[in-house]
């Protein structure tokens, strides 16, 4: 199991994400809301990198436009949310700083 960090502004996007996620369960209770889902995805997205990042659900691969903030020359990956939906989640990351630490970088909508 890896312990999940988070950077500042993947911290601030994870909470304004439950907290619309909550305002939106607030006010329907039956069927889970298009916030609720979004929410629902990017959980279990840090639960799945937590126990495995390589999980085939995740489609986990390199990503080069963003520079690991630990070291310039460790690599950062990009883990699916979302898939197949127009402006898809992403979960941007990278091992460290310690062993078996994810440091969350971004989570953001595909372009």
């Keep these: 199991m890896f ?15 439950r907290t619309l996620a909550m305002k939106a369960k607030a006010k329907t209770k039956s069927k889970t809301g298009r916030q609720q889902g979004l929410f629902q995805q990017i959980a279990k997205t840090l639960t799945l990198l937590a126990s495995n990042p390589k999980h085939p659900g995740l489609n986990t691969h ?21 898939n197949a939906t127009p402006g898809a989640y992403r979960v941007f990351w990278c091992y460290g700083p310690q062993k078996k630490q994810i440091t969350i970088i971004a989570i953001t909508p595909h372009p």
């Design 62 to 82: 390199e990503y080069s436009n963003l520079v690991n903030p630990f070291d310039k020359k460790a690599k950062v990956f990009e883990a699916y949310a979302q």
């Design 3 to 17: 312990e999940i960090l988070f950077l500042q502004g993947a911290s601030d996007e994870y909470d304004r994400l």
